[in-house]
C-alpha cells in the first residue's frame, strides 16, 4: 500500500542516473489517499461485479439453472440492478481521484526494479485501463450511445472477468505491503504531521461529496421517492405515455397500428389453440403490481391486468412449474423478439400476458395488443407486441 517511501537503487544503466523523473510536491499524491479511495473503488467493483454477474444469469442461464431461477422478490432485479448502476457511476466520480493520488507513480525510476514489480506495474496498468473502461462504456449505454462497432454487453462481461483478475494479481503482489500496513510496521500508518491530516479530510470529504451529488441527481431514476432530484440521469421514471417511460417504440420496431387489425395469439403445445383479442379481454381478471427493471438501470412501479400466462399454458396442456415457455412478438427483428422464460416464471400467479397499464389499455409502444409482464426480470425479457407463446 505505501510504496511512496522506497529507496530507489542505481540504475543499472549509466546513462539512466543522469534521467530525472518529475519530482511532485502535493502531499495528497500519497499512499494513504490512494489506498483509501481504492478501498472505495474496490468495494463498488464487488458490488458491481456481483449484481452484474446476477443480471448476466437472468438473461442467459445455463441450461441447469434456467428452470429454476427466482421469479421472486418481485423488486430482485430492480434492486440489484439499480445497484448496478448507480454504483457504477460512483466509481466513475471516485475512478479520477484515484488517479490523480497516484499518477506521480508512473514515474518512478527505474520504471522496473523486479518481477514483483513489474508484475505490479502491469496489473494497475491492465486495473486502469479496463475499469475505465467498464465505465465509460457502461455510462455511455445508459445513454443509448454506441460510439463503438462492438457489441457492449459480451464485451462489458467479458472484461468484468479481466477487471476481476487484475485486482486480484494487484492485491496478490502488494501482499506483503498489505500485510505490514494491518500489523502497523507501514509508514503509511505513521502519526502524519497535522496539516496533512487535514489535506486529506478535505479531500476524501470532497470526494464523498462528489459521489454523493451524482448519485443524488441519478438515483431517481430508480428510487422513484428521490424521482424530483433525478437531473442528471437519462431517463425520469414516470415520464412517457401512460406514466412509463418506452424503450423501444413501436415505430422502432416496426410494429404498426395497422397491421394489428388481423391480430390473434396463438398458444402452441400439446393442444395448440387461438385466442383472438376480444376473448382474451374476457378472459383478463388477473391484476399484478410489478416493476418495468431496465438493464440500462431506471426501472418504476406500475398496475397490470392481464390473463395469467399460467392459466394460458395450462390450457394448452402444458404443465406450469415443469414447462418453460417461448414468447414471439410481432417484432420483424430485434434481439428482444424471441424470449424463454423458465417454469418458476410460467408458474409464478404474477406473471402476466397484460393487456392493461395503470387502469387503461396498453398503448401501442407500451406493447399493444398484448405484452409480457414478470416478476423479478430484466426488463429487456418483458417482451412486447407478443403473438405467440410456445410450450417447451
Ligand atoms: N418486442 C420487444 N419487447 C421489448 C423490447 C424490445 O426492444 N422489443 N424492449 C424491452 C426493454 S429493454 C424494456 S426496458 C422494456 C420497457 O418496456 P416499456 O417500453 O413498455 O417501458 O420493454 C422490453 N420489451
Ligand atoms: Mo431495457
Redesign the pocket.
Same mark, same amino acid.
Given at each position: 500500500m505505501d510504496g511512496m517511501t522506497f529507496r530507489v537503487p542505481k540504475p543499472p544503466i549509466r546513462f539512466l542516473s543522469t534521467v530525472r523523473p518529475p519530482s511532485f510536491g502535493g502531499r495528497l499524491h500519497d499512499a494513504r489517499t490512494a489506498t483509501a479511495v481504492g478501498r472505495w473503488l474496490g468495494a463498488a467493483f464487488g458490488v458491481c461485479l456481483l449484481t452484474g454477474l446476477v443480471s448476466h444469469y437472468l438473461q442467459h442461464p445455463p441450461g441447469w439453472l434456467a428452470d429454476r431461477l427466482p421469479a421472486r422478490p418481485v423488486w430482485g432485479y430492480r434492486l440489484t440492478q439499480g445497484l448496478h448502476v448507480a454504483v457504477g457511476i460512483a466509481a466513475l466520480a471516485l475512478l479520477p481521484v484515484k488517479l490523480w493520488a497516484v499518477y506521480p507513480r508512473l514515474f518512478v525510476w527505474p520504471p522496473v526494479r523486479s518481477v514483483r514489480h513489474a508484475l505490479e506495474r502491469l496489473s494497475i496498468a491492465v486495473l486502469v485501463a479496463t475499469a475505465v473502461f467498464q465505465v465509460v462504456t457502461g455510462l455511455l449505454n445508459i445513454v443509448e450511445w454506441y460510439p463503438w462497432s462492438f457489441s457492449f454487453v459480451p464485451v462489458h462481461f467479458a472484461v468484468a472477468w479481466v477487471v476481476a483478475g487484475s485486482i486480484l494479481l494487484h492485491v496478490a503482489v502488494k501482499a506483503p505491503e498489505i500485510r505490514a500496513h494491518w500489523s502497523g510496521r507501514s509508514s503509511g500508518t505513521r502519526a502524519l504531521p497535522a496539516e496533512d491530516v487535514a489535506d486529506r479530510r478535505s479531500l476524501l470529504l470532497a470526494v464523498g461529496g462528489a459521489v454523493g451529488v451524482v448519485t443524488l441527481t441519478t438515483v431517481g431514476q430508480s428510487v422513484t421517492p428521490l424521482k424530483a432530484l433525478d437531473l442528471l440521469a437519462p431517463r425520469s421514471p414516470d415520464h412517457?405515455p401512460q406514466g #412509463?417511460?418506452?424503450?423501444?417504440t413501436a415505430a422502432a420496431?416496426g410494429v404498426s397500428a395497422d397491421g394489428l387489425a388481423r391480430w390473434r395469439l396463438e398458444v402452441v403445445g400439446p393442444q395448440t389453440y387461438v385466442l383472438g383479442l376480444g376473448e382474451l379481454r374476457t378472459m383478463a381478471a388477473a391484476q399484478a403490481r410489478l416493476p418495468?427493471a431496465?438493464?440500462?438501470g431506471w426501472s418504476v412501479d406500475a398496475d397490470w391486468g392481464g390473463v395469467r400466462v399460467r392459466d394460458l399454458v395450462e390450457r394448452a396442456g402444458g404443465r406450469p412449474g415443469r414447462d418453460a415457455l417461448r414468447v414471439t412478438?410481432l417484432?420483424a427483428r %430485434?434481439?428482444?423478439?424471441v424470449m424463454e422464460m423458465g417454469a418458476e416464471y410460467v408458474d409464478d400467479p404474477l406473471t402476466l400476458l397484460a393487456l392493461t397499464l395503470n387502469g387503461q389499455r396498453l398503448s401501442l409502444?407500451? %406493447?399493444f395488443p398484448a405484452?409480457i409482464i414478470a416478476p423479478n426480470r430484466p %426488463?429487456? #425479457?418483458?417482451?412486447?407486441?407478443v403473438h405467440r407463446l410456445e410450450v417447451l
Amino acid at each position: 500500500m505505501d510504496g511512496m517511501t522506497f529507496r530507489v537503487p542505481k540504475p543499472p544503466i549509466r546513462f539512466l542516473s543522469t534521467v530525472r523523473p518529475p519530482s511532485f510536491g502535493g502531499r495528497l499524491h500519497d499512499a494513504r489517499t490512494a489506498t483509501a479511495v481504492g478501498r472505495w473503488l474496490g468495494a463498488a467493483f464487488g458490488v458491481c461485479l456481483l449484481t452484474g454477474l446476477v443480471s448476466h444469469y437472468l438473461q442467459h442461464p445455463p441450461g441447469w439453472l434456467a428452470d429454476r431461477l427466482p421469479a421472486r422478490p418481485v423488486w430482485g432485479y430492480r434492486l440489484t440492478q439499480g445497484l448496478h448502476v448507480a454504483v457504477g457511476i460512483a466509481a466513475l466520480a471516485l475512478l479520477p481521484v484515484k488517479l490523480w493520488a497516484v499518477y506521480p507513480r508512473l514515474f518512478v525510476w527505474p520504471p522496473v526494479r523486479s518481477v514483483r514489480h513489474a508484475l505490479e506495474r502491469l496489473s494497475i496498468a491492465v486495473l486502469v485501463a479496463t475499469a475505465v473502461f467498464q465505465v465509460v462504456t457502461g455510462l455511455l449505454n445508459i445513454v443509448e450511445w454506441y460510439p463503438w462497432s462492438f457489441s457492449f454487453v459480451p464485451v462489458h462481461f467479458a472484461v468484468a472477468w479481466v477487471v476481476a483478475g487484475s485486482i486480484l494479481l494487484h492485491v496478490a503482489v502488494k501482499a506483503p505491503e498489505i500485510r505490514a500496513h494491518w500489523s502497523g510496521r507501514s509508514s503509511g500508518t505513521r502519526a502524519l504531521p497535522a496539516e496533512d491530516v487535514a489535506d486529506r479530510r478535505s479531500l476524501l470529504l470532497a470526494v464523498g461529496g462528489a459521489v454523493g451529488v451524482v448519485t443524488l441527481t441519478t438515483v431517481g431514476q430508480s428510487v422513484t421517492p428521490l424521482k424530483a432530484l433525478d437531473l442528471l440521469a437519462p431517463r425520469s421514471p414516470d415520464h412517457g405515455p401512460q406514466g #412509463l417511460p418506452v424503450n423501444r417504440t413501436a415505430a422502432a420496431a416496426g410494429v404498426s397500428a395497422d397491421g394489428l387489425a388481423r391480430w390473434r395469439l396463438e398458444v402452441v403445445g400439446p393442444q395448440t389453440y387461438v385466442l383472438g383479442l376480444g376473448e382474451l379481454r374476457t378472459m383478463a381478471a388477473a391484476q399484478a403490481r410489478l416493476p418495468i427493471a431496465c438493464v440500462e438501470g431506471w426501472s418504476v412501479d406500475a398496475d397490470w391486468g392481464g390473463v395469467r400466462v399460467r392459466d394460458l399454458v395450462e390450457r394448452a396442456g402444458g404443465r406450469p412449474g415443469r414447462d418453460a415457455l417461448r414468447v414471439t412478438s410481432l417484432e420483424a427483428r %430485434g434481439a428482444y423478439r424471441v424470449m424463454e422464460m423458465g417454469a418458476e416464471y410460467v408458474d409464478d400467479p404474477l406473471t402476466l400476458l397484460a393487456l392493461t397499464l395503470n387502469g387503461q389499455r396498453l398503448s401501442l409502444d407500451h %406493447g399493444f395488443p398484448a405484452r409480457i409482464i414478470a416478476p423479478n426480470r430484466p %426488463g429487456v #425479457l418483458q417482451t412486447k407486441w407478443v403473438h405467440r407463446l410456445e410450450v417447451l
